[in-house]
C-alpha cells in the first residue's frame, strides 16, 4: 500500500515525497533541493501544496480503510463465505466498492 505522497516544490519544482499522515494543516517541511520551508494547508495558496494535501487526505481514508479490512479479518468471523453456494447467483458482491 502506498502511502507516500509526491509533493513538487513551489520554488524549484522538484518532486519529492513524504507520509500521508504527516501532511495535516500545520505541517511544515524543507525541500530536499533548495531547502525552503514549505508550509502545508488546507487553504494554501498554492496549487501544489492544495493538490498534495488532498492526495495526502485521500491516500490517509485509503489506508484506514485497509487497516480496517485487515482488523476485520484479524478478528475472524469468515461467517461471509458460508452459505455462499446458495446466495450468490447474482455474483455482484464486489460490484459496490468505489
Ligand atoms: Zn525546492
Redesign the pocket.
Known amino acids: 500500500m502506498e502511502d507516500s505522497v509526491q509533493i513538487r516544490?513551489?520554488?524549484?519544482?522538484?518532486v519529492f515525497r513524504d507520509r500521508a499522515k504527516r501532511l495535516q494543516n500545520g505541517y511544515s517541511r524543507q525541500?530536499?533541493?533548495?531547502?525552503?520551508v514549505?508550509f502545508f494547508d488546507e487553504d494554501s495558496h498554492d496549487s501544489n501544496i492544495k493538490r498534495a494535501m488532498r492526495t495526502a487526505r485521500r491516500v490517509r481514508n485509503e489506508l484506514r480503510d485497509s487497516e480496517g479490512v485487515i482488523t476485520r479479518r484479524a478478528a475472524g468471523a469468515p461467517r461471509q463465505y458460508g452459505g455462499r453456494s446458495a446466495s450468490n447467483a447474482r455474483g455482484n458482491e464486489e460490484a459496490d466498492d468505489d
Open positions: 516544490c513551489t520554488r524549484c519544482k522538484n525541500c530536499p533541493s533548495c531547502e525552503i514549505l
